[in-house]
């Protein structure tokens, strides 16, 4: 919206610090929202990236049309852009005509006394209509043009946040700085510098996500995971609330062994946002470590004659999690491999991998012949071989997987997948002898 005092095309001096304050503050806050109002900020060039980061990152947008502002439509077109659901339009009636491409949206009319101030009391059902209109904004459905007319516009959900710090822009020092610290693997100077950065909520979000994915990165005891977990709390409110943040810090907390914390979050995730293949992966992950806690004390505990597992509940709630989540976007196959890794090592192999199988397989190799594969992509393709029993085929894509490797957590979670089908499959006496070269060259990093 505008800022301060603008006139309109009639002369009329339009306070527009009191249509924030008066009506639209007020609204927001019984929407049980928080308001935030970018200053008027006079940065270098046109655009800047506080503005843009707003723009993009939050929940939820009221934009005043009023006085047609070219800056102000400019931003809406962003936002329209980027987000297909929960911007809320108004204007003042009386006032400049909107332009054609504006006038058929959905906005909201309210009315201005002699002052150029809102009228409180004509206004009264305007506030209440605005309230209305945000809290049904938090129900997702589409109000940007651009994403009813233009059929699964654009792709920007299938953006990976292992792809998140080579795509975003932001201080190539701090950039470099926090490359060398995950290369030499130094937790400690990780906190050096997020102790010298000081006040982190100013930051630019780059700057702050490449702090947290690097914990990822580094972290290996469960109160380095739990640190990463923390850094969440010193984040900028919009920033925080994003998927992209919530899904990460689900994972941190789950490593840090605060798996209902972890389950509560991305289930409520994918209540309010919708299902998503990396949420459900990420769930999955949640059930299959829970499975595996179980599995391991049953394995001491139990006769062999018992019939009675408990610990296959949680694989079976694995299995879905992963399987919806491939369902939900097939072109990624982090979830697909998941899901067909633990049907194999069911007491019984789950027929369903049969057919699963070869989607999976399609999948990753459509998006390495696209260009750019990394280590997952190969560790997928790896993965695939050893369910086929294909030694040359798991020996290549052990070769590739490994010249891929960014993290050490990643070549960990293959080692563990591989393992686990291992000993699934050795249990029901199908012994693969070579399978258990491809782990050990997995934990050296070498072939």
Same mark, same amino acid.
């Given at each position: 919206?505008?800022?301060g005092?603008?006139?309109?095309?009639?002369?009329?001096?339009?306070?527009?610090?009191?249509?924030?304050?008066?009506?639209?503050?007020?609204?927001?806050?019984?929407?049980?929202?928080?308001?935030?109002r970018?200053?008027?900020?006079?940065?270098?060039?046109?655009?800047?990236?506080?503005?843009?980061?707003?723009?993009?990152?939050c929940?939820?947008?009221?934009?005043?049309l009023?006085?047609?502002?070219?800056n102000?439509?400019?931003?809406?077109?962003v936002?329209?852009?980027?987000?297909?659901?929960?911007?809320?339009l108004?204007y003042?009636?009386?006032?400049?005509?909107?332009?054609?491409?504006?006038?058929?949206?959905?906005?909201?009319?309210?009315?201005?006394d002699?002052?150029?101030?809102?009228?409180?009391?004509a206004?009264?059902?305007?506030?209440?209509i605005?309230?209305?209109?945000?809290?049904?904004?938090?129900?997702?459905?589409?109000?940007?043009?651009?994403?009813?007319l233009?059929?699964?516009?654009?792709?920007?959900?299938?953006?990976?946040t292992?792809?998140?710090?080579?795509?975003?822009?932001?201080?190539?020092?701090?950039?470099?700085q926090?490359?060398?610290?995950r290369?030499?693997?130094?937790?400690?100077d990780?906190?050096?510098?997020?102790?010298?950065?000081?006040n982190?909520?100013?930051?630019?979000?780059?700057?702050?996500i490449?702090?947290?994915?690097?914990?990822?990165?580094?972290?290996?005891?469960?109160?380095?995971?739990?640190?990463?977990?923390?850094f969440?709390?010193?984040?900028?409110?919009?920033?925080?609330?994003?998927?992209?943040?919530?899904?990460?810090?689900?994972?941190?907390?789950?490593r840090?062994?605060?798996?209902?914390?972890?389950?509560?979050?991305?289930?409520?995730?994918?209540?309010?946002?919708?299902?998503?293949?990396?949420?459900?992966?990420?769930?999955?992950r949640?059930?299959? *470590?829970? +499975?595996?806690? #179980?599995?391991?004390? %049953?394995?001491?505990t139990?006769?062999? /004659?018992? $019939?009675?597992?408990?610990?296959?509940?949680?694989?079976?709630?694995?299995?879905?999690?992963?399987?919806?989540?491939?369902?939900?976007?097939?072109?990624?196959?982090?979830?697909?491999?998941n899901?067909?890794t633990?049907?194999?090592?069911?007491?019984?192999p789950?027929?369903?991998?049969?057919?699963l199988?070869?989607?999976?397989?399609?999948?990753?190799q459509?998006?390495?012949a696209?260009?750019?594969? *990394?280590? +997952?992509?190969? #560790?997928?393709?790896? %993965?695939l071989a050893?369910?086929?029993k /294909?030694? $040359?085929?798991?020996?290549?894509?052990?070769?590739?997987?490994?010249?891929?490797?960014?993290?050490?957590?990643?070549?960990?979670?293959?080692?563990?997948?591989?393992?686990?089908?291992?000993?699934?499959?050795?249990?029901?006496?199908?012994?693969?002898?070579?399978?258990?070269?491809?782990?050990?060259?997995?934990?050296?990093?070498?072939?």
């Open positions: 919206m505008p800022f005092k603008k006139p309109d095309n009639g002369g009329l001096l339009i306070d527009f610090d009191s249509v924030y304050y008066d009506l639209i503050f007020p609204a927001i806050e019984e929407a049980s929202l928080k308001p935030i970018a200053d008027e900020e006079k940065v270098g060039g046109i655009i800047h990236k506080p503005m843009f980061e707003r723009l993009i990152l929940e939820y947008a009221v934009v005043d009023t006085t047609a502002n070219p102000v439509f400019y931003e809406l077109g936002r329209h852009a980027v987000r297909p659901y929960s911007t809320v108004l003042a009636e009386g006032t400049k005509q909107l332009p054609f491409d504006i006038a058929p949206l959905r906005a909201i009319p309210y009315k201005l002699s002052s150029g101030k809102p009228d409180q009391h206004n009264e059902k305007v506030q209440e605005l309230k209305k209109r945000l809290i049904e904004a938090q129900n997702p459905h589409t109000d940007s043009p651009i994403f009813q233009v059929e699964g516009f654009p792709d920007i959900q299938h953006i990976k292992d792809v998140f710090r080579e795509r975003v822009k932001y201080s190539e020092e701090l950039k470099k926090l490359a060398q610290i290369r030499e693997k130094n937790i400690i990780l906190r050096n510098l997020v102790l010298s950065l000081k982190i909520k100013k930051q630019e979000a780059g700057v702050i490449d702090i947290f994915l690097s914990y990822r990165a580094l972290a290996k005891k469960k109160e380095e995971w739990e640190e990463m977990a923390e969440v709390t010193l984040m900028p409110e919009p920033l925080s609330s994003t998927t992209l943040v919530q899904e990460q810090y689900a994972f941190a907390l789950n840090a062994g605060h798996s209902e914390e972890a389950e509560k979050i991305l289930l409520s995730l994918i209540e309010k946002k919708g299902p998503s293949s990396e949420t459900y992966g990420l769930l999955g949640v059930y299959k *470590d829970r +499975w595996e806690k #179980a599995y391991k004390k %049953e394995e001491k139990k006769d062999e /004659d018992d $019939e009675f597992h408990p610990s296959d509940a949680y694989l079976d709630k694995a299995i879905d999690a992963y399987l919806k989540g491939f369902e939900t976007d097939s072109r990624d196959t982090y979830p697909g491999i899901a067909v633990l049907m194999e090592i069911k007491r019984e789950d027929p369903r991998r049969i057919v199988i070869p989607v999976v397989k399609y999948s990753v459509r998006k390495i696209m260009g750019k594969p *990394d280590y +997952w992509d190969y #560790a997928t393709l790896l %993965e050893i369910l086929a /294909d030694k $040359e085929a798991s020996f290549n894509f052990l070769a590739k997987a490994l010249t891929h490797l960014r993290e050490e957590w990643e070549g960990e979670t293959t080692l563990r997948n591989l393992r686990t089908i291992r000993e699934g499959r050795e249990k029901r006496n199908d012994v693969v002898t070579w399978s258990k070269k491809i782990e050990e060259a997995i934990q050296k990093k070498e072939i």
